[in-house]
């Protein structure tokens, strides 16, 4: 190996390292979870919310072109959401403005995040992957409102 290969992978080595060190202060620091990827629950065919205490909801988010079901969600400040998407037909993107929530919708699978609302106000959801024609309308909305 000649000394620009070995200063090559030196330099790649030390990025990999720089780059694991930021993820795990990341998850650790600031609070910043890493989507999960559930493949022992089973594609769902609807969206539905499912309240289990006046503070812990369930929203099983179905992506399809080119809206996310349920489309309007309300729930009381302080409420953690436990959220679970899966994709109808082909990628969408997930991602909850004001937040670090940003997943993928993949089709025959479902993707988990925990969320923590804590301010009250409108969440808008985006889709920020081009899934076709009318991508730019595809948005849904969490209100997070004082009861």
Known sequence: MDRAERLALSIASGMLVVFLAAVIFAVAKLDIKLPTCLTSMQPFESGEVIQHTADRFEIHYLAM????????VEI?????VDLYLTS?????????LGTN???MAVPGTVNYARVHFDKPGKYR???HEYCG???????????????
């Open 133 to 147: 024609v009318d991508h730019q309308s595809m948005a849904a909305e969490i209100n997070v409102v004082e009861h």
């Open 101 to 103: 929530t940003n997943l």
């Open 76 to 80: 009381p400040r302080g409420a953690t």
């Open 125 to 127: 959801i985006v889709c």
């Open 88 to 96: 109808e037909d082909v990628l969408h993107g997930f991602q909850i």
């Open 65 to 72: 072109m080119w809206s996310f079901e349920p489309e309007e």
